[in-house]
């Protein structure tokens, strides 16, 4: 069974930065494309950005310039590295694979 767990979420100021990590427990990992994804209260899920086993890497619109995702093939991790943090990326981030493994989710809260 797949697990996924997501840490590093936390309280911040606008402008500050955090790093998500996401630990996956799965026999073969780089085969898989992993993504980030977030809820903000009262709205739908939405893709963050996503990375394949070879690191190429898309990102949302809103969060190009400011996030950046990264994966460790041999630690079956991934990241999501965040700066500039704006009150609109507040939300509970969760950890994607496969398009259907979802992690718990990891708070994020940024305060203007």
């Known amino acids: 069974q797949v697990q996924l767990v997501e840490s590093g979420g936390g309280s911040v100021q606008a402008g500050g930065s955090l790093r998500l990590s996401c630990a996956a427990s799965?026999?073969?990992?780089?085969?898989?494309?992993m993504a980030w994804y977030r809820q903000a209260p009262g709205k739908e899920r939405e893709l963050v950005g996503s990375?394949?086993?070879?690191?190429?890497?898309k990102l949302a619109d809103s969060v190009k310039g400011r996030f950046t995702i990264s994966r460790d093939n041999d630690h079956k991790e991934i990241y999501l590295q965040m700066n500039s943090l704006k009150p609109e990326d507040t939300g509970v981030y969760f950890c994607?694979?496969?398009?259907?493994?979802w992690g718990q989710g990891t708070q994020v809260t940024v305060s203007s």
């Open positions: 994607n694979l496969g398009t259907i493994n």
């Open positions: 799965v026999k073969v990992f780089h085969i898989y494309i």
């Open positions: 990375i394949t086993g070879d690191g190429t890497t």
